[in-house]
């Protein structure tokens, strides 16, 4: 499995590992400022020895200020500012505290790593490191081409952990918006056949309208023919309207599926779908594609999920489709939770209630529970319907 198809099952959660592994790394790394310190303490005056505890801990505080920061994607216009004095300090170190300050040489370098950008951020990681070997750490020479060396390698580990947590951020917020713009686009695409096929008729409408009322009395004959006219051109407004809105609603379910498919991937979601039965009557076929492009709008909007599962069970002549994602958040907002408060603040058929009401008009029924993290819309359909049927998923009479 290559590199990208690995970043396809990146999800909020593996952001937040992330950025928790980069963390714990970057805090940990903190405890070596404790070598210093303890060669000072026992080796050196009270003066000299205070002077080297309050440069060290300045040092490591300017240090979890920044690479914390980084970390969390949280710059402040305090930054350059923490960073200056970081300077300061990492050249004052050497002076107070010895040869062993060196234990702590990797903090300066991944500090200008991770909050400058470009050349700058190169430019100070790699001056920062050769300032360590000019610096007075140390007579002995081998000591410090290996303390620099051990420099190198951790603070470009430590700012290459930090980097990819923060990228992998970013790339989850690239994903979110890709599904968000493919949402808006079909809406685009909606009303722009709707404006195609009304603009042209409704402005034909208003003209002649307009011109009807200029039309004297005495000339009924002549006003008639206009409002003859009229009345078929709004009569075939009508039937045009009813057509795309009907080409909209009644949509494929495999087609469905794939833009479903598609979009949940493209943010990041893995997708895992059973075959659906190819015998379901078109009207359940509407209302499951309608269920699908639902259930995947509310994974989007509420919850974290990284996986989506599409089960079929059949028993009988009913089937039950199952639609579940494991992205339930830690705080109890689930998708549930979220979708139903959407559902109810909403007029017209959206959300889970219009699918409630979806679903009635074919004989299904529509559940949703959360378990272990997991939040599961099932959807129980008749696998025919009864000849008298009337009305089908659309609302439309038949």
Same mark, same amino acid.
Not at 19 to 31: D, H, K, Y
Not at 81 to 88: D, F, G, P, T
Not at 192 to 203: A, K, P, T
Not at 233 to 252: P, Q
């Given at each position: 499995?290559?590199?990208?198809?690995?970043?396809?099952?990146?999800?909020?959660?593996?952001? =937040?590992?992330? &950025?928790?592994?980069?963390? #714990?790394?970057? !805090?940990?790394?903190?405890?070596?400022? @404790? *070598? /210093?310190? %303890?060669?000072?303490?026992?080796?050196?005056?009270?003066?000299?020895?205070?002077?080297?505890?309050?440069?060290?801990?300045?040092?490591?505080?300017?240090?979890?200020?920044?690479?914390?920061?980084?970390?969390?994607? =949280?710059?402040? &216009?305090?930054?350059?500012? #923490?960073?200056? !004095?970081?300077?300061?300090?990492?050249? @004052? *170190? /050497?002076? %107070?505290?010895?040869?062993?300050?060196?234990?702590?040489?990797?903090?300066?370098?991944?500090?200008?790593?991770?909050?400058?950008?470009?050349?700058?951020?190169?430019?100070?990681?790699?001056?920062?490191?050769?300032?360590?070997?000019?610096?007075?750490?140390?007579?002995?020479?081998?000591?410090?081409?290996?303390?620099?060396?051990?420099?190198?390698?951790?603070?470009?580990?430590?700012?290459?952990?930090?980097?990819?947590?923060?990228?992998?951020?970013?790339?989850?917020?690239?994903?979110?918006?890709?599904?968000?713009?493919?949402?808006?686009?079909?809406?685009?695409?909606?009303?722009?056949?709707?404006?195609?096929?009304?603009?042209?008729?409704?402005?034909?409408?208003?003209?002649?309208?307009?011109?009807?009322?200029?039309?004297?009395?005495?000339?009924?004959?002549?006003?008639?023919?206009?409002?003859?006219?009229?009345?078929?051109?709004?009569?075939?407004?009508?039937?045009?309207?009813?057509?795309?809105?009907?080409?909209?609603?009644?949509?494929?379910?495999?087609?469905?599926?794939?833009?479903?498919?598609?979009?949940?991937?493209?943010?990041?979601?893995?997708?895992?779908?059973?075959?659906?039965?190819?015998?379901?009557?078109?009207?359940?076929?509407?209302?499951?594609?309608?269920?699908?492009?639902?259930?995947?709008?509310?994974?989007?909007?509420?919850?974290?999920?990284?996986?989506?599962?599409?089960?079929?069970?059949?028993?009988?002549?009913?089937?039950?489709?199952?639609?579940?994602?494991?992205?339930?958040?830690?705080?109890?907002?689930?998708?549930?939770?979220?979708?139903?408060?959407?559902?109810?603040?909403?007029?017209?058929?959206?959300?889970?209630?219009?699918?409630?009401?979806?679903?009635?008009?074919?004989?299904?029924?529509?559940?949703?529970?959360?378990?272990?993290?997991?939040?599961?819309?099932?959807?129980?359909?008749?696998?025919?319907?009864?000849?008298?049927?009337?009305?089908?998923?659309?609302?439309?009479?038949?």
């Amino acid at each position: 499995m290559g590199a990208s198809q690995r970043l396809r099952g990146v999800g909020p959660g593996i952001v =937040r590992l992330a &950025r928790a592994t980069a963390g #714990v790394f970057l !805090v940990g790394m903190a405890a070596f400022a @404790a *070598v /210093p310190l %303890a060669e000072a303490l026992g080796a050196y005056s009270s003066v000299r020895v205070t002077t080297a505890v309050v440069l060290i801990i300045g040092l490591t505080g300017c240090y979890l200020w920044l690479a914390v920061r980084a970390v969390l994607d =949280r710059g402040s &216009r305090w930054d350059l500012a #923490v960073l200056a !004095v970081m300077c300061v300090l990492a050249l @004052a *170190v /050497p002076f %107070a505290a010895g040869p062993t300050w060196l234990s702590v040489g990797f903090m300066l370098p991944l500090a200008f790593a991770v909050t400058l950008r470009g050349r700058w951020a190169a430019l100070g990681f790699f001056a920062s490191l050769a300032a360590g070997l000019v610096l007075p750490a140390s007579q002995d020479l081998s000591w410090v081409l290996f303390g620099s060396l051990q420099n190198l390698l951790t603070a470009g580990a430590l700012a290459g952990l930090t980097i990819f947590a923060t990228l992998l951020a970013e790339l989850q917020r690239t994903r979110e918006e890709a599904a968000k713009l493919a949402i808006t686009e079909e809406r685009l695409r909606f009303a722009r056949e709707l404006h195609d096929v009304l603009g042209h008729n409704l402005s034909v409408i208003a003209m002649r309208t307009e011109l009807g009322t200029r039309i004297p009395p005495e000339e009924i004959g002549r006003l008639r023919r206009e409002l003859t006219e009229i009345h078929d051109i709004a009569s075939r407004s009508l039937h045009d309207v009813r057509a795309v809105v009907k080409g909209y609603r009644e949509m494929s379910l495999e087609r469905e599926l794939s833009g479903v498919r598609r979009v949940l991937e493209t943010a990041g979601v893995r997708c895992d779908f059973a075959e659906l039965p190819p015998s379901l009557p078109p009207e359940v076929r509407v209302a499951l594609a309608w269920a699908v492009r639902e259930a995947a709008t509310n994974l989007l909007r509420h919850s974290d999920a990284t996986v989506c599962l599409l089960g079929v069970e059949t028993d009988g002549d009913r089937i039950t489709v199952t639609v579940a994602n494991d992205g339930v958040r830690p705080d109890g907002d689930s998708i549930a939770a979220g979708a139903a408060a959407g559902a109810e603040a909403t007029v017209g058929g959206s959300g889970l209630a219009g699918l409630d009401e979806r679903l009635a008009q074919v004989g299904g029924s529509c559940g949703r529970h959360t378990e272990d993290g997991w939040f599961t819309l099932s959807l129980d359909v008749p696998g025919r319907l009864p000849a008298a049927a009337l009305t089908s998923a659309t609302g439309d009479r038949r």
